[in-house]
């Protein structure tokens, strides 16, 4: 079976940095995403760890830990734009399986 | 480059009665995976599709069926309506049967189906 877990909601600052943490259990493993979702719209992808470590994009983090079953989300310089849901998801075989979401709120 | 499309973008339908949702993934990309997003929730995996043939199912009732067409476009079926089925359909293409950091799902921007 699959558990993915992230916190329900966060609030952060325009201007400041937030982390988004995930803890997983699953069955099978070919590589943890982190999608984007705003309200109303599609699922946009943002990052991918296959591998031990941090990966780089710009203002977005993103980091695995596949002995702990974790991985987070680190976004810097927040903006406005950036309010929505963080979708957590481990690829197993054909499947994403994802987390409930994480609604991030950025305040002025 | 077209996204991913789906038709129709909402939906009313009522208990017992069937639908068709469809999906025209990216040009290019030969698997089609359907999921189900209720409100509040992450999406659940119910189908996945590549080259016209089921690779993947996620734990969904028998009510629920998919297809694949020849030029990679897909439909999802569900009879038998229930409340619980209300629910935004989402579609994602790929160019790979398996994701991975040069080929991750694309989304379209789903059908939100409401069941009365």
């Known amino acids: 079976g699959q558990n993915i877990d992230q916190p329900t909601e966060m609030t952060a600052t325009e201007g400041a940095i937030v982390q988004i943490n995930c803890t997983y259990q699953t069955s099978g493993f070919n590589g943890l995403f982190w999608y984007q979702q705003h309200a109303g719209e599609a699922p946009t992808f943002l990052s991918y760890?296959?591998?031990?470590g941090l990966e780089e994009k710009g203002r977005f983090s993103s980091f695995l830990s596949r002995s702990k079953g974790y991985s987070y989300l680190l976004l810097k310089e927040l903006q406005m734009k950036d309010s929505a849901s963080y979708l957590c998801?481990?690829?197993?075989?054909?499947?994403?399986?994802f987390g409930k979401g994480t609604s991030l709120l950025v305040t002025p | 480059d077209a996204g991913v499309t789906q038709s129709p973008t909402h939906l009313i339908k009522t208990r017992g009665q069937h639908v068709t949702l469809r999906c025209s993934p990216i040009?290019?990309?030969?698997?089609v995976s359907w999921y189900q997003q209720v409100l509040g929730q992450g999406p659940q995996f119910i189908f996945q599709y590549y080259e016209k043939e089921e690779r993947g199912r996620g734990n969904f009732p028998d009510r629920f069926s998919a297809r694949q067409f020849p030029n990679y476009s897909s439909e999802l079926n569900v009879n038998a309506l229930l409340l619980g089925d209300s629910a935004l359909y989402l579609c994602?293409?790929?160019?790979?049967?398996?994701?991975?950091?040069?080929?991750?799902?694309?989304f379209g921007d789903g059908t939100r189906l409401s069941i009365l």
């Open positions: 994602a293409s790929s160019t790979q049967l398996t994701q991975g950091p040069d080929q991750p799902q694309h």
């Open positions: 998801a481990v690829g197993s075989g054909y499947a994403l399986n």
């Open positions: 040009s290019g990309h030969k698997s």
């Open positions: 760890n296959v591998l031990d």
